[in-house]
């Protein structure tokens, strides 16, 4: 029973000592807890990503609007083109197989004299080839998007 005893005024002899020693802790510190540096490093790397980001699809925009300016696609081969590949003349689709905004295989790209990658071929040769497989067999080259 003594040490019992002996232990709970111990352990409340501490309690004050703790709690004067918290206090004096926090006395130092600044209310926020020191984070304003912290902050205001997260806020800095925050702006920064923002502005990468933005630059990036600024950059993408251009891209896009300087690829589509070659492009001499009519509207229904534009149509064809932007549910195959989203109109990107360098999309790869179905593990490589598929290339090119029509999303042309190899065998295919070559029937219409292709030759090479048809997704590294400029925006206007892929569209006069489209519009070549277009005019042999029609909308059934592209049994999905064709329809």
Not at 19 to 32: H, K, L, Q
Not at 38 to 65: E, T
Request: proline share 5%.
């Amino acid at each position: 029973m003594r040490k019992l005893i002996a232990a709970v005024v111990s352990v409340a002899a501490l309690i004050p000592a703790v709690a004067i020693a918290a206090d004096a802790a926090s006395s130092t510190n600044p209310p926020d807890g020191g984070n304003d540096q912290a902050l205001g490093l997260r806020a800095a790397q925050h702006k920064a990503l923002v502005r990468k980001h933005r630059a990036a699809a600024k950059r993408r925009a251009r891209r896009r609007k300087h690829e589509h300016a070659g492009s001499t696609a009519s509207p229904t081969m534009q149509a064809i083109a932007a549910c195959e590949s989203g109109g990107n003349p360098h999309a790869i689709g179905g593990g490589g197989t598929y290339r090119g905004k029509y999303q042309f295989d190899q065998s295919t790209w070559a029937s219409v004299g292709g030759t090479g990658d048809p997704a590294a071929a400029p925006v206007a040769e892929q569209d006069r080839r489209a519009a070549m497989l277009y005019a042999r067999v029609g909308r059934s080259a592209w049994p999905v998007c064709g329809q």
